[in-house]
């Protein structure tokens, strides 16, 4: 099946600094998400890119959706203590806003230092 | 009250035990997901259903089955539970903004 490679699997960081994560695919996806959980939570969009080469901003998140189709990547920029949490890529074929099945990364587990 | 809302929060049950967890939205959505959580995997899909009569296995179904009861109430259980089901478990409903998970049931086989 359809499989996405998130990395890095974590991040030790001071709080402040900037992060950024990405995901590849072998497969081309039609969407891209990401997602935030925090503990004892389920998970919440954060962003999500319909286009390629689209590029996206949350407030300090900003996301991007490659030309391949193949990968995306998410950066937080200057991090604070309440962005620890763990951060997952997700992904589908289907067209639009109609979603299907969902394939998500691995996981990025952050840890922001004060 | 939260848009999707799975019991029990936690379990732990002893191996064969038969267990089923529960989902339930307010959302209105058709469509209905589970999903197992393990650490180092991500999220994988166990079973989903687009509307009442729609049941479709995930890439991880071995083990499980579900019932969709009514739009709003879709429940997975494992018929005879065995450790390597020890997981968390989430629930979600899609609308055309994505999808909508519960805060998760954590299971514990024994």
């Known amino acids: 099946g359809q499989q996405l490679n998130q990395s890095p699997q974590s991040m030790f960081i001071q709080e402040g600094e900037d992060v950024s994560m990405n995901c590849t695919s072998s497969?081309?996806?039609?969407?891209w998400l990401w997602y935030k959980q925090d503990p004892g939570e389920g998970p919440v969009l954060l962003i999500a890119l319909y286009k390629a080469g689209e590029l996206t901003s949350n407030g300090r998140l900003t996301a991007q959706f490659g030309i391949t189709r193949k990968d995306s990547f998410l950066n937080i920029s200057a991090s604070i203590p309440s962005d620890v949490g763990i951060y997952f890529c997700a992904g589908h074929t289907a067209g639009g806003t109609s979603y299907g099945k969902l394939t998500f990364g691995q996981g990025t587990i952050l840890t922001v230092h004060p | 009250d939260a848009d999707v809302t799975q019991t029990p929060r936690n379990r732990i049950t002893k191996t064969g035990k038969r267990i089923m967890l529960e989902c339930s939205q307010t959302k209105g959505h058709d469509r209905m997901y589970w999903y197992r959580q393990d650490p180092g995997l991500g999220l994988r899909l166990i079973y989903y259903?687009?509307?009442?009569?729609?049941?479709n296995k995930g890439e991880i179904s071995d083990g499980y089955s579900v019932s969709r009861q009514a739009q709003a109430k879709f429940s997975l259980s494992l018929e005879s539970a065995i450790p390597n089901q020890t997981a968390l478990y989430f629930c979600?409903?899609?609308?055309?903004?994505?999808?909508?998970f519960g805060s998760g049931t954590r299971l514990t086989v024994v």
């Open positions: 979600a409903t899609e609308s055309d903004y994505g999808y909508t």
């Open positions: 259903s687009f509307d009442v009569k729609d049941i």
């Open positions: 497969s081309i996806f039609n969407t």
